[in-house]
């Protein structure tokens, strides 16, 4: 009871929208998109038991993708730069 199951839609205090994910049994689970504050997005990727899992994308405010922030989530550890199917 209370648990979070579904999507979920958050937003920033000036109104824009936060993010965007979804939930199973209360923990992230499925797809995740960030925005920043002028609403483009920030960061995406996909959560497993409310842990991140698989690629991760980081872009700048002005939409273009950062190569050196993005990179892929393998049992618990990061590979920044690790984008093999990232066009």
């Given at each position: ?30 797809p ?39 990179g ?16």
């Amino acid at each position: 009871e209370g648990r979070r199951i579904g999507r979920w839609t958050f937003w920033q205090e000036n109104g824009a929208l936060g993010a965007v994910g979804h939930y199973a049994d209360g923990e992230g689970d499925g797809p995740w998109t960030l925005y920043h504050e002028n609403g483009t997005p920030w960061i995406s990727g996909e959560l497993a038991g409310g842990m991140p899992d698989g690629m991760w994308q980081v872009w700048n405010e002005d939409g273009t993708l950062d190569p050196e922030r993005t990179g892929i989530w393998e049992h618990g550890e990061f590979e920044i730069g690790k984008q093999d199917d990232v066009e």
